[in-house]
C-alpha cells in the first residue's frame, strides 16, 4: 500500500512537472484526419483565428503526418489567408520530406512521419480581427494517398 501512494505522488509530480513545463503561445493548434488516409483537393484544412492585438508578432506552421507508403519525397500545398478586412492572399508552398535516397526527413513513429513546417515567421497580421487560414493540398495526384493527417499551428512569439 505504501508503494502505490508513494507511485502515485512520484507519477503526479512528474505529470505536475510534465504541464507546467509546456509554456506554449499557441492561439490555435488543429489537426484533421484524412478520410482512409487520402488527402483530395477539396477537404481543405481550416483554422480560424481571433487577433486582439496586431502589434504582436506570430508564426505560422504546415502540420503534416503521412505513411511510410506516401509516394513523393516533396508535398505543394496552397495557404489561403483572409480576414481583417483585407482580401484572401494564396500562396503556394513546397516542401522536402525525403533525402534523394528515400530517407524520411520527418520524425518517425510507427509507420507514420511527422513534419512541423514552417509557412509564416515573425508575422504582423494587418489588422485586429477573425482570420481564417486554409491550406490544400497542391499535388498532381487527386486524392493524395498515404497522408494521415494535416494541420495549422499560430504561436505567438515572445520577445525576450
Known amino acids: 500500500m505504501k508503494r502505490i501512494r508513494i507511485f502515485a505522488l512520484f507519477f503526479s509530480a512528474v505529470l505536475f512537472l510534465g504541464i507546467s513545463g509546456c509554456n506554449t503561445n499557441n492561439l490555435i493548434d488543429t ?24 502589434s504582436k508578432v506570430f508564426t505560422l506552421r504546415f502540420k503534416l503526418r503521412h505513411t511510410a507508403d506516401y509516394g513523393y519525397s516533396n508535398i505543394y500545398i496552397l495557404m489561403h489567408l483572409g480576414g481583417g478586412g483585407k482580401p484572401v492572399v494564396t500562396r503556394r508552398y513546397q516542401y522536402k520530406l525525403a533525402e534523394s535516397d528515400g530517407q524520411w526527413l520527418g520524425k518517425g513513429s510507427g509507420n507514420l ?13 494587418p489588422a485586429p480581427g477573425k482570420y481564417t487560414i486554409e491550406i490544400e493540398q497542391n499535388m498532381r495526384d487527386n486524392p493524395l494517398k498515404e497522408v494521415s493527417d494535416a494541420g495549422i499551428t499560430v504561436s505567438e512569439v515572445t520577445v525576450k
Do not use: C, G
Open 113 to 125: 512521419y511527422t513534419y512541423n513546417l514552417p509557412l509564416l515567421s515573425d508575422y504582423h497580421f
Open 31 to 54: 489537426n484533421q484526419e484524412m478520410p482512409s488516409r487520402n488527402w483530395s483537393y477539396v477537404n481543405r484544412v481550416k483554422a480560424i483565428v481571433e487577433i486582439k492585438d496586431n
